[in-house]
């Protein structure tokens, strides 16, 4: 995969199916962070190629491309996003979220306006795989305005 210079990726929530995000990323060659309440999981993450670590997106130097969040549900993802330490402050201008966890199409349509507001695209997108396809397959449902699509297929 052909990574543009400069690129980087932040997956927060690392334990089953965030790990295997993340890890994914590290083995695309894609300068990626992570970020968990979890030393061990961390420590984890930081082993197998992480470009750093950390409880909260704060601690971070610089901004990110991507993020994606693979947490439990919308009011985490809100509060990992938008709350006092919000994650979506390190997502550059332009750059996109995928937002992974159990939420109504209302909580996800208001999640994606209030990113939409400071510049941030919000991909909706569940995912499927479980502990055990960390390391082979993830399934991911994934939804974004039509007006998104349209302007991206105009580009091409």
Known sequence: MDVPSG??????????MGMGAALSCVKAGIPTCGIDLSEARRAEFLAAGAEAVAASA??????????????????????????????????????????SCTQSAEDAKALAADLEAIGV??????????????????????SRPARRAAARNARR
């Open 121 to 142: 695209a919000m991909l909706d997108a569940p995912v499927s795989g479980g502990a055990a396809k960390r390391s082979r397959a993830m399934t991911w449902r994934c």
């Open 58 to 99: 704060a601690e971070f130097e610089g901004s990110f491309d991507a993020m994606i969040v693979l947490v439990v549900n919308a009011a985490q993802a809100r509060a990992v996003l938008l709350g006092e330490k919000g994650a979506a402050a390190k997502i550059k201008a332009g750059g996109a979220v995928m937002v």
């Open 7 to 16: 690129y980087r990726a932040c997956v927060v929530g690392l334990g089953s």
